[in-house]
C-alpha cells in the first residue's frame, strides 16, 4: 500500500516508542482491575450473596472447586493478556509511520474499553457486597 501524498510523516519511532510504554501501563491498569480486583470483589460478593449468585457460570465452577483454580485461571489470563497485547505492540511497530496513527486509534479505544470493562466489573460487584444486588 502507497502512502497518500496528502498525509503527514505520521508516528516516527521516537513517539512511537513513549506511546507504547504508555499502552502497557493502561494495559497494566485493565488486567489488575479484570483479574485482582475482580477476584477480590467476587469473593467478597460470593461471601455476601453466596456462590450461586454468581452470574458467571466458569466463575462459579470455579468458585466451587477451589481458591487455587480460581486463582491460576486469572494468572493465565495475565498470561494471554499480556502475550496478545505483545503481539499489538509487535504489528504497531511494523505499521508505516503514516498509518502508525490510525492504528494507535484503534488500540486506544480498545484499551479504554478494556479499563471500563473493568470499572464496571468493580462497580457491580461493589453492588453486590454493599447493596446484596447486582447493577444487571
Do not use: C, K, Q
Not at 491460576?72 to 498509518?99: D, E, H, I, Y
Amino acid at each position: 500500500m502507497s502512502r497518500p501524498e496528502a498525509v503527514d510523516e505520521g508516528i516516527g519511532d521516537a513517539e512511537l516508542a513513549d506511546r507504547i510504554d504508555e499502552y502497557w501501563e493502561w494495559v497494566a491498569v485493565a488486567l489488575f482491575l479484570l483479574t485482582t480486583v475482580d477476584v477480590l470483589t467476587t469473593l467478597g460478593a460470593a461471601a455476601t450473596v453466596g456462590v450461586d449468585r454468581e452470574a458467571n457460570p466458569f466463575v462459579r465452577w470455579l468458585l466451587r472447586r477451589s481458591l487455587p483454580a480460581l486463582v491460576a485461571v486469572n494468572l493465565l489470563a495475565v498470561v494471554a493478556g499480556t502475550v496478545g497485547f505483545r503481539g499489538v505492540v509487535a504489528t504497531l511497530r511494523r505499521t508505516p509511520p503514516w498509518l502508525r496513527p490510525y492504528y494507535a486509534v484503534v488500540i486506544e479505544a480498545w484499551l479504554g474499553l478494556l479499563v471500563a470493562a473493568g470499572l464496571a466489573v468493580f462497580a457491580n460487584n461493589l453492588a453486590v457486597i454493599v447493596f446484596g444486588e447486582s447493577l444487571l
